[in-house]
């Protein structure tokens, strides 16, 4: 395996080989865009974009998956119906990726699930 890409993943989001961050466990991001729970936040040191989503319990539960087109997309995604085609894109990214992550981070999403149904594994 080759050490090149991980070097030049940006030391803050991880970016661009990283596609998701679970809740309680985040990079320092700037909100770009707002929408119905569902945000598009940059990341201040590679501007790479992240759709950020709040799940249940008490919409506390924050997932970052990453975002690869431009801002006009996502609010032209957001406008279609009020984000839940959005939502629905960053659920099944999630479901997709989540066990790709390091064991503390599924660990994260594994504890996030047995509090509530409502997150995005079990709810797709």
Known sequence: M????????CPNCGAPDRVLWPPGKSPQL???R???YIYLDICPNCNSLWCSAHYCPEFENIYRVKWDKKPSEWTNMHM????????????SVIREKWKELATDETELIEKHRKLTSDNPIDMG
């Open 34 to 36: 707002n929408g119905n």
């Open 80 to 91: 279609i119906d009020d984000g839940n085609t959005l939502f629905k894109w960053h659920s």
């Open 2 to 9: 080759s050490t090149t890409s991980i070097k030049n993943n």
């Open 30 to 32: 700037i909100s770009c």
